[in-house]
């Protein structure tokens, strides 16, 4: 006679996921010594839950071609990534800062950036006015200017991406003679903001200097976590 | 004045990237289709970055990054399926495309994919928090805004359907009894 039908289901399951205590435990494994088909029964469900995890041990990766499924979040939402990261950066501990404030006043941000070691600057452009851009290119000019082992990098996504696209940037000419003159400079684009814009049917031909990274999201998470100073205009 | 990352910082970011990964991973086994996958993990990980000030424990960055993967999921759900109530939305099945074709060369990743993707959503989603990333039951219900009544039975029913489901296939290919 089995005594199986005294623990139900749900409380079964809770032994395997260890959500009972010590003596509901001691209860089941008490009875499953003599009770083949409890013993049964556990380990099917135990069975049943490492196959889930099998089955997810590895998952695909995305080959994306067009952003098929980014038309049913709103335009906000995508376009959000900026905020994201000034809010970020801010809760993680005020210690960045973002240069909105800075406007014009490059050579000052620099003054204060050069107390940063090592010398590595990430510089986070998502709007396409031009005096933002600009500022962008400015600090980036002036901090490789006075630092000469300087490494800097300007990341473009959302609309500050214009800055890198052939057709679109007032400033081709400036980002090639700043490449030119610094090995040590990389102005990176987007990928998933370039996946966004080729889903829309857009030409997104880049300037020659432009490198082109995942997400701009990924970008930054791994550049501070390397140390790297970042700023966002 | 300083203006090096803290290593508070640097952990929370560390977390964040690693975090992707199990959005990911978990938003998958919802919906079985990589890119749509792809993009509810940014929106989860783009919403709850840009409310970050929200969060007032970051030892449950992750329980907090989940249940707003939850939402977008809904939202997605929502927008494929106007005028369902949530609780309807949980008991549907899924319409989704299957397995792709990395499992279709694993046949038992394959048959239990499909043994999921067979599941109503909301039994799909506690099974993949229970089993994929080790919640609570607890936690699985704040995740998911549910009782933590429901998130039992819903467990017990998916695990029981995934039992019949993956026992049919053993008898049928016996090679599966042989996976732990």
Known sequence: MSDAKVFSDERLNAFVDNELGAQECD????????????????????????????????VPQVRRQANRHLSFWSGALAASLTLTLGVLIGWLGHQSATATESHGTAAAW?????????????????????EQMEAALDLAEAYLAKASNARVEVIANNR??????????????????????????????????????????????????????????EHVAERVQQGWTYLKI | MKWLPSREQRELMEQIKAGRGRLYRVAFAWCHDAALADDLAQEALTRGLSRLEQLRESAKLMSWLFAILNRCWIDHLRARRRDVDDEL??????????????????????????????????????VTLVDLEGFSYAEVAEVLEIPIGTVMSRLCRARGSLRGLLMEGATAQPRLRSVK
């Open chain 1, 27 to 58: 209860e089941i494994l008490t009875a499953v010594a003599t009770d083949a088909e409890l013993g049964q029964r556990l380990c099917e469900l135990r069975s049943a839950k490492e196959l889930v995890r099998h089955a997810y041990g590895r």
């Open chain 1, 110 to 130: 620099t003054e204060r950036l050069f107390a940063a070691e090592p010398a590595r600057i990430l510089i986070h452009l998502d709007s396409s006015r031009s």
């Open chain 1, 160 to 217: 500050g991406l214009d800055l890198l696209r052939a057709r679109t940037t007032p400033y081709a000419e400036r980002i090639a003679e700043i490449r030119s003159h610094h090995e040590r400079v990389a102005f990176i684009a987007c990928g998933q903001t370039i996946a966004r814009l080729h889903g829309g049917g857009e030409d997104v031909a880049l300037v020659p200097e432009a490198a082109v990274t995942r997400t701009a999201i």
């Open chain 2, 89 to 126: 939305l949980s008991e549907l099945p899924s319409d989704l495309p299957g397995p792709d074709s990395h499992a279709e060369r694993q046949e038992t990743v394959s048959r239990v994919r499909r043994a999921i993707e067979a599941l109503p959503l909301g039994q799909r989603q506690v």
